[in-house]
């Protein structure tokens, strides 16, 4: 299992020690969500804060735009050093050329499925998939309770990338904390994001540790 940090709820008047805190508490990914208000109705951050993570943390920065024109975006955040890139599909016509652009740039691309979206609406995707980022809330905010009904689909994924023996990654992101994540990696998911289930906890080695002893 792969554990994820989103810095979304992380204290950002003191981003460095944050980051840095969660890397020695054992975290494996940095998620960075990047909202526009348009495509949600929030703002958080964008390229010239992912620069500045890259120079403090060797973590991968797993980088999830959830903004209306990722084609624009994306080459920018993966010049200021993303090394992953989630794309809402929804916001494209045509979401295989630009997720054919983001592994051009260099970076492992994946699409992220809202909780209400069927995965046949990403049957198109799949040969172009590093990672399936499954929501299990939707998105714009941190702290959200997690959508126990996403579960079911997050077997059905496993269950296609089996068959069409496919090297994707399955990651889940939205209320997912240490005492629920057992249902998410029973379901198959391999890679846990975790915003206010580890930043709103006193200690995050802690709370990592018990993540993994759930696994
Ligand atoms: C939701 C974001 C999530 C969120 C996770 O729009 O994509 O990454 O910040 O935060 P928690 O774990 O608090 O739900
Ligand atoms: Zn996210």
């Known amino acids: 299992m792969k554990i ?3 810095i979304l709820s992380a204290d950002f008047c003191r981003l460095r020690d944050e980051i840095q805190a969660v890397e020695s508490a054992g975290a494996d990914w940095l998620h960075v969500d990047v909202m526009d208000g348009h495509f949600v109705p929030n703002i958080t951050i964008g390229p010239v804060v992912v620069e500045s993570i890259r120079k403090v943390t060797r973590l991968p920065l797993d980088v999830h735009l959830m903004i209306a024109d990722p084609d624009k975006f994306a080459p920018e ?3 200021a050093g993303a090394d992953w890139v989630s794309i809402h ?5 045509d979401p295989v050329t630009s997720l ?3 592994r051009e740039l260099g970076a492992k691309a994946s699409v992220a499925v809202n909780p209400d979206v069927p ?3 990403i049957e198109a995707c799949l040969s172009h998939l590093d990672m399936i980022l499954m929501m299990t809330v939707f998105p714009g905010f941190a702290g959200q309770a997690f959508i126990e009904d996403v ?3 997050i077997e059905d994924a496993r269950k296609l990338i089996a068959q069409r023996k496919l090297p994707i990654l399955i990651e889940v992101d939205g209320g997912i904390k240490a005492d629920n994540i057992h249902r998410v990696l029973a379901a198959g998911a391999e890679v846990i ?3 206010s289930g580890i930043f709103k906890t006193p200690s995050y080695a802690e709370t990592i540790r018990k993540m993994r002893q759930a696994g």
């Open 77 to 79: 955040f993966i010049k």
């Open 89 to 93: 599909p929804d916001t494209r016509k």
């Open 193 to 195: 994001v975790s915003g």
């Open 119 to 121: 995965l046949n609406k």
């Open 100 to 102: 054919k652009k983001i």
């Open 151 to 153: 579960l079911p689909k």
């Open 4 to 6: 994820a940090p989103s």
